[in-house]
């Protein structure tokens, strides 16, 4: 099967030694490889070659793993599907005919379909754990601070998180042993000693939840679909069966959380790609004595059409008159969303859901109605405005056959305890 989830197959060979020798280990294409082509999925950046790691690839390689290629991926993460990418979509390996889910899709996919041992991809609003569960994989959002961003070429600063995907949670947990950590060349990295945390994640998959108390928002289940609620069920009663325990709970700001993400999101999106003008970055738009021209038409055959779709919302948000009407609004109600998670957390060890409040969707269902691929976001977004780890682990299929993933969300610094409660899953 020809799925389409490389855009650059070059082998990158680690060290001969490790915790991960002998394992492959895909990247994401927005995370910068020395010499290796980093396009984002985009026509801007289609002949880019970094001249550095990022720090996740020097860990990846001092641990021993190498790096079969560089995964498709939704144009610089924007997207649910991994379609708009210009490389062409990815189709899902698991579910042939529907979407892979994005914008990690083609991380998730080479998983799924056993060309990588793992892979890594990056959540800006849920972006490893809706391929995780499109894909049937186990995928990590972690905590903002614990990973580095060095070398991401980034979407929305303030959001994303570099995260793994992996057949098992075990193995999930060993690859971000390996790329968790404070690193000099980013500041907002955070040592999760400092937090009263360790780094031993892979231990903590030990499926061991006798006593975990599960906080269960009720607003993540409503409106999602009805098979998608049943298997949540389903996977709650084995967790019971387990030992574990769970009650409701009410987060009323997650009524406003995907409109504060995308208005956030789209504003740093259009302050970050500023610097693709065809003159630092990107495709040239020639010079005929009028800079504007030259800009306007660098951005209009480099980007594509979510990509300015994004770019502009995001310019209008920030722009002078509606800043205080949209963007700082929006800041607000990421306030009042954090608040909301911790005192629930307050009550329980983790908060469960489903990951995704559909099934994956058939490729290009979603291409003509944009609302309708923000809206899938509902149950991810809200924890990257939280700042929040989270993991997606396979929960079951609905009756179609289709995979359905579990999502379990912690403290900040507590991997350890959405890593157990997904063991005992996956």
Not at 84 to 100: D, K, M, W
């Amino acid at each position: 099967m020809s799925y389409n989830g490389y855009i650059t197959e070059q082998r990158i060979e680690g060290g001969d030694d490790g915790p991960l020798a002998g394992k492959t280990v895909a990247v994401k294409d927005n995370i910068s490889t020395d010499g290796v082509v980093t396009t984002c999925g985009s026509a801007m950046l289609a002949e880019y070659e970094p001249p550095y790691d990022a720090t996740v690839v020097e860990r990846l390689l001092d641990a021993g793993a190498a790096i079969p290629g560089k995964t498709n991926m939704d144009e610089f993460g924007m997207g649910t599907t991994t379609e708009t990418s210009a490389f062409g979509a990815t189709e899902n390996p698991t579910a042939p005919g529907h979407v892979p889910g994005g914008s990690s899709g083609g991380s998730a996919a080479v998983v799924a379909a056993g060309d990588a041992d793992m892979a890594l991809g990056t959540d800006t609003g849920g972006s490893v754990r809706c391929p995780a569960a499109f894909c049937g994989v186990v995928g990590i959002k972690p905590t903002y601070g614990l990973v580095s961003r060095y070398g991401l070429i980034a979407y929305a600063n303030s959001l994303e998180q570099i995260g793994p995907l992996a057949p098992t949670v075990e193995e999930a947990a060993e690859l971000l042993e390996v790329i968790a950590g404070p690193d000099e060349n980013d500041a907002t990295t955070r040592d999760a000693r400092e937090q009263g945390a360790t780094y031993e994640y892979a231990a903590a998959a030990d499926g061991d939840v006798e006593g975990l108390e599960i906080g269960i928002p009720t607003e993540l289940l409503d409106g999602a679909d009805e098979g998608i609620v049943e298997t949540f069920w389903d996977a709650i009663d084995d967790l019971e069966s387990a030992g574990a325990s769970y009650h409701e709970v009410s987060l009323p700001s997650l009524e406003h959380a995907v409109e504060a993400y995308y208005v956030i999101a789209m504003g740093e999106a259009s302050s970050n790609l500023a610097r693709f003008d065809g003159v630092r970055y990107g495709v040239s738009g020639g010079y005929e004595g009028n800079w504007n021209d030259s800009f306007a038409r660098s951005r209009d055959e480099g980007f594509g059409e979510e990509v300015k779709r994004r770019v502009l919302l995001g310019t209008y948000a920030l722009s002078a008159g509606y800043h205080d009407k949209y963007y700082r609004k929006a800041q607000d109600a990421r306030a009042w969303i954090k608040q909301d998670f911790d005192e629930a957390l307050d009550e329980a060890d983790v908060l469960a859901s489903p990951t995704m409040p559909v099934p994956p969707f058939e490729l290009g269902e979603s291409l003509e109605d944009p609302l309708k691929m923000y809206l899938a976001d509902a149950n991810t977004t809200p924890i990257n405005l939280a700042n929040l780890p989270a993991i997606s682990v396979p929960a079951g299929e609905t009756d179609d056959g289709l995979p359905v993933g579990m999502q379990f969300v912690g403290p900040a610094f507590g991997e350890e305890q959405i890593i157990r409660a997904g063991s005992a899953l996956a």
